[in-house]
Nanobody
Framework: QVQLVESGGGLVQAGGSLRLSCAAS????????MGWFRQAPGKEREFVAA????????HYADSVKGRFTISRDNAKKTVSLQMNSLKPEDTAVYYC????????????????WGQGTQVTVSS
C-alpha cells in the first residue's frame, strides 16, 4: 500500500505564497515520478507540475510557469510545491500524484493520489 498525504494548504491573499508538501509512505518507491494536480469548483482536474525521480525532468503547466517550483527529497520521500505570486484563479484543491513507471506524471497514468489540500487565494 502506498499513501500520499498532502499538507500546507490554506488561505492567502493574492500575491502571497504557500508551500505544499506531500509525504509518501508505505511501499512508495523513491523512483516514482511525482507531481501535483488541482481541481477548482466546477472544473476538471488539471495538471500543475511534475518531476522525475531524479528531479531532472520537470514540467509545469503554462499557467504556473515562473510562479511555482516543484522539488523533491528522495531520502524523505517527499515532494513540495512552492507557490509564489498566487492569484485568485489558483484557488483549488491540490492533489499529490505518483506514477510508478514513467519519468513524469500524466493524468491518465497516475497510480496513486493523495486526498487533496485546499488552497484559497483571496483578491
Amino acid at each position: 500500500q502506498v499513501q500520499l498525504v498532502e499538507s500546507g494548504g490554506g488561505l492567502v491573499q493574492a500575491g502571497g505564497s504557500l508551500r505544499l508538501s506531500c509525504a509518501a509512505s508505505g511501499s512508495a518507491s523513491r523512483t516514482y515520478a511525482m507531481g501535483w494536480f488541482r481541481q477548482a469548483p466546477g472544473k476538471e482536474r488539471e495538471f500543475v507540475a511534475a518531476l522525475s525521480w531524479s528531479g531532472g525532468n520537470i514540467h509545469y503547466a503554462d499557467s504556473v510557469k515562473g510562479r511555482f517550483t516543484i522539488s523533491r527529497d528522495n531520502a524523505k520521500k517527499t515532494v513540495s510545491l512552492q507557490m509564489n505570486s498566487l492569484k485568485p484563479e489558483d484557488t483549488a484543491v491540490y492533489y499529490c500524484a505518483a506514477d510508478r513507471y514513467g519519468d513524469t506524471v500524466r493524468a491518465g497514468s497516475v497510480d496513486y493520489w493523495g486526498q487533496g489540500t485546499q488552497v484559497t487565494v483571496s483578491s
